[in-house]
């Protein structure tokens, strides 16, 4: 059996989650309230029931926040008629008094944003599918104005390489692959559950090819170069399959995301990309359908920026229009499992959702970003920082049936967790290093046979 150590929990001051807990998660209730309050007061054609409805909501979040701060014994999730809540109390049933403060990072969080879905879905129609960080998920994307015009044109360039078929050596061709997988990994680290506080000036500067290339030495697991054999030994067996990104945030990493997608589309490395992005409002930034059809259709539209002008203006109405063909033509394609905004570690897959499993299995290449998702691929376990990543994988870093998945994982880290260092590399980062999203891991497990 997987020797599972202890995971990050909220009682262990060592931890993030301690101040996650105290500190960052009330002030996102804080944000959730005044969101109401806005949608309320802004929203002229809003029923009086609605009006009181919503009212409700804000009294919900109050009082969750007073018993987050008043380290109060959490209760089961409401059933609210999804059958995900009860992958929830299943697993609550296994604790003893579960409380805000000294409770496991990983269940803990996921299991708030549960909760706080059920004010939704058992509130009025008006407030069943009302996204709480749209309006966050939106101005991050229009604060990234200058990051997104950058990318854009270059991967309208990258495609035309592509195209003209140009006899691109191997050189430039793996240039162009190691690019595109730090396009998408730094496209992590301007992410708003972490950065509430920057500035569009910030956030920008984040978000440049210049940034990219200084923050080459803070990757501090690289395996793409195991990745580009992977992509070479794919092209030579000539006859491409689906690929997954399992998405994290909206916003400019869902557009790096999607740059990634037409990428390895136009290279000929996947026949199909599938998207994965959740069903509900999710650690503040995660991609919801509306969130990628608001970037597709907003710039096949040129609706997104008003103050753009020509060429950029068209560039980015050719890239949305190429996103919006992908999906009309079947090559890529948008799922929201409700797997993915469970508490479960993905090594449980193969048990809990076989036929996801057998899904990503099935693929050529699985890619998951962001935080979130390597702490549910390494359990959020408190690893020495050297255990290696198929170690921190368990279950999903072997086959079954046969089966195995490989996976990709592109991480600014923003938690506790951290694995597949060097032996002593640890020792050369400040205290907390893995929590700012300032360093990234780009880790690789094959488990097909
Ligand atoms: O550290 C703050 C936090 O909420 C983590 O709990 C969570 O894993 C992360 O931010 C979300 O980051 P990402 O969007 O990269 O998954
Ligand atoms: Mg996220």
Same mark, same amino acid.
């Given at each position: ?238 006859? =491409?399959?689906?690929?997954?990104? @399992?998405?994290?945030? $909206?916003? &400019? *990493?869902? #557009?790096? !995301?999607?740059? +990634?997608?037409? %990428? ?80 479960? =570690?993905?090594?449980?897959?193969? @048990?809990?959702?076989? $036929?996801? &499993? *057998?899904? #990503?299995? !099935?693929?050529? +290449?699985?890619? %998951? ?81």
């Amino acid at each position: 059996a997987l020797m599972i150590t202890a995971t990050s929990n909220s009682g262990d001051p060592e931890s993030f989650a301690y101040s996650t807990a105290r500190e960052r998660w009330p002030k996102i209730l804080s944000s959730a309230i005044d969101e109401i309050a806005s949608t309320i007061s802004g929203h002229n054609g809003l029923s009086k029931e609605d009006v009181e409805a919503g009212r409700a909501i804000q009294a919900k979040l109050t009082s969750l926040k007073t018993s987050m701060l008043g380290n109060a014994v959490l209760e089961p999730i409401p059933r609210d008629g999804r059958p995900d809540t009860e992958a929830y109390n299943e697993e609550f049933k296994t604790f003893k008094d579960l409380k805000w403060l000294a409770a496991p990072w990983l269940y803990t969080e996921c299991y708030m944003y549960r909760l706080i879905h059920t004010y939704f879905t058992l509130s009025t129609p008006f407030w069943h599918s009302f996204d709480l960080f749209a309006t966050s998920k939106r101005s991050s994307l229009i604060g990234s104005k200058k990051g997104t015009i950058e990318l854009v044109k270059r991967f309208r360039a990258v495609l035309q390489t592509i195209a003209e078929k140009q006899a691109v050596d191997e050189e430039t061709q793996k240039a162009i692959f190691e690019e595109m997988v730090q396009i998408s990994l730094w496209g992590n680290a301007t992410d708003l559950a972490l950065l509430t506080s920057l500035s569009v000036e910030e956030l920008n500067s984040r978000q440049g090819k210049a940034v990219r290339d200084s923050n080459k030495e803070n990757i501090v697991v690289d395996d793409t170069e195991q990745v580009w054999s992977l992509l070479s030994r794919l092209r030579s067996l000539g006859s =491409p399959r689906d690929m997954h990104i @399992v998405l994290d945030n $909206a916003g &400019f *990493e869902l #557009l790096t !995301d999607l740059v +990634l997608a037409g %990428y390895l589309i136009e290279s000929g490395y996947a026949k199909k990309i599938v998207l994965h992005g959740k069903r509900m409002p999710w650690f503040v930034s995660d991609v919801n359908p509306e969130d990628l059809k608001y970037l597709i259709e907003g710039f096949a539209n040129g609706t997104i920026y008003e103050d753009i002008k020509s060429p950029d203006k068209e560039e980015l109405q050719e890239a949305g229009k190429y996103w919006r063909g992908l999906i009309q033509s079947g090559k890529m394609e948008f799922r929201a499992e409700l797997f993915w905004t469970t508490q479960h =570690p993905f090594g449980r897959m193969p @048990v809990v959702e076989p $036929a996801l &499993f *057998e899904d #990503l299995a !099935d693929a050529d +290449l699985v890619v %998951y970003k962001g935080d979130l998702n390597y702490r549910k691929l390494t359990y959020d376990g408190m690893w020495p920082h050297s255990t290696p990543f198929s170690e921190a994988l368990g279950p999903l870093a072997k086959k079954h049936g046969g089966q195995g998945v490989r996976s990709l994982v592109l991480r600014t880290a923003k938690a506790d967790v951290c694995v597949g260092l060097k032996p002593g590399q640890d020792a050369n980062f400040e205290e907390g290093w893995t929590r700012h999203g300032k360093y990234a891991m780009v880790s690789y497990w094959d488990a097909k046979p």
